[in-house]
Nanobody, 118 residues
Framework: VQLQASGGGLVQAGGSLRLSCVAS????????MGWFRQAPGKEREVVAS????????YYADSVKGRFTVSRDIAKNTVYLQMNSLKPEDTAVYYC????????????WGRGTQVTVSS
């Protein structure tokens, strides 16, 4: 599975961005998708995920109520809608894929930079 993330940029605090991640190479509907981020000097952390069935989503406590993960099977795309952005959301954001209920994410895309100014 090849993953291509886009949609990052510079935004003021309180603003919104929508990240997109297009998958290719395999049957998209068989893959659970996750969004991760890594800020300078910090470890990578999971932000949000959606299961391969699409029935279950997960959000880190720090983004609950502000971020929404969704997918469009027809477009082989997973989205991360980010609202009410805060400076602490500044990071490189990555999308990842795992086959069905695999224990770990096997495929990773290149990151997209999100910078939130105060």
């Amino acid at each position: 599975v090849q993953l291509q993330a886009s949609g990052g940029g510079l935004v003021q605090a309180g603003g919104s961005l929508r990240l997109s991640c297009v998958a290719s190479g395999r049957t998209f509907s068989n893959y659970g998708m996750g969004w991760f981020r890594q800020a300078p000097g910090k470890e990578r952390e999971v932000v949000a995920s959606i299961t391969w069935t699409g029935f279950t989503t997960y959000y880190a406590d720090s983004v609950k109520g502000r971020f929404t993960v969704s997918r469009d099977i027809a477009k082989n795309t997973v989205y991360l809608q980010m609202n009410s952005l805060k400076p602490e959301d500044t990071a490189v954001y990555y999308c990842a894929a795992r086959y069905r209920d695999a224990a770990s994410y096997e495929y990773w895309g290149r990151g997209t930079q999100v910078t939130v100014s105060s």
